[in-house]
């Protein structure tokens, strides 16, 4: 069962049902039978509740991208703030002092793969040469995807 299933298991369990998840090789396993006893039902349903926004949490990835190439002055920061955005992704993208562009991204990583495809691309105008990418691990202290100056 994929990460993203657990998630629509959890919502659904009953007493007793176990949810199963993969995530980065680890198995994420969550029985809900002993809170479901102890607590009946609506413990067991804020128990899925929690699980949920644990396991959306753990699947939290950060990218430190760097772009290079003509990707100053043809919007290339606003642009990537509105893929960013639109893909849900949060962080930050600035201009560096080298013409090179800069970027930190959180979220899923298959929304951050998606936003680091586009970076090789770029908006019309941008001619990029180079996308380098740093994994790191998320900090969670971004709310939304801003420009920084």
């Not at 659904?12 to 049902?17: L, V, Y």
């Not at 991208?65 to 290079?68: L, M, P, Q």
């Not at 991204?105 to 951050?112: I, T």
């Given at each position: 069962?994929?990460a993203h299933?657990?998630?629509?298991?959890?919502?659904?369990?009953?007493?007793?049902?176990?949810?199963?998840?993969?995530?980065?090789q680890?198995?994420?396993?969550?029985?809900?039978?002993?809170?479901?006893?102890?607590?009946?039902?609506?413990?067991?349903?804020?128990?899925?509740?929690?699980?949920?926004?644990?396991?959306?949490?753990?699947?939290?990835?950060?990218?430190r991208?760097?772009?290079?190439g003509?990707?100053?002055g043809v919007?290339?920061?606003?642009?990537?703030?509105?893929e960013a955005?639109?893909?849900?992704?949060?962080?930050?993208?600035?201009?560096?002092?080298?013409?090179?562009?800069?970027l930190v991204?959180?979220?899923?990583?298959?929304?951050?793969d998606?936003?680091?495809?586009?970076?090789?691309?770029?908006?019309?105008?941008?001619?990029v040469?180079?996308?380098t990418?740093?994994?790191?691990?998320?900090?969670?202290?971004?709310?939304?995807?801003?420009?920084?100056?």
């Open positions: 069962m994929g299933q657990l998630l629509g298991a959890l919502d659904n369990c009953s007493p007793g049902e176990t949810a199963t998840a993969y995530k980065s680890s198995w994420i396993v969550k029985s809900f039978a002993h809170r479901a006893a102890a607590t009946g039902l609506q413990g067991e349903h804020t128990l899925a509740k929690e699980t949920r926004m644990a396991v959306t949490a753990s699947q939290t990835t950060r990218a991208v760097k772009i290079a003509r990707v100053q919007y290339f920061r606003a642009s990537t703030c509105q955005q639109g893909l849900g992704v949060t962080g930050w993208v600035r201009n560096c002092s080298d013409g090179s562009v800069e991204a959180e979220g899923p990583r298959e929304k951050l998606q936003l680091i495809a586009w970076c090789h691309r770029g908006p019309a105008g941008a001619r040469t180079e996308v990418v740093h994994w790191e691990e998320p900090e969670h202290g971004y709310r939304g995807f801003v420009i920084k100056r």
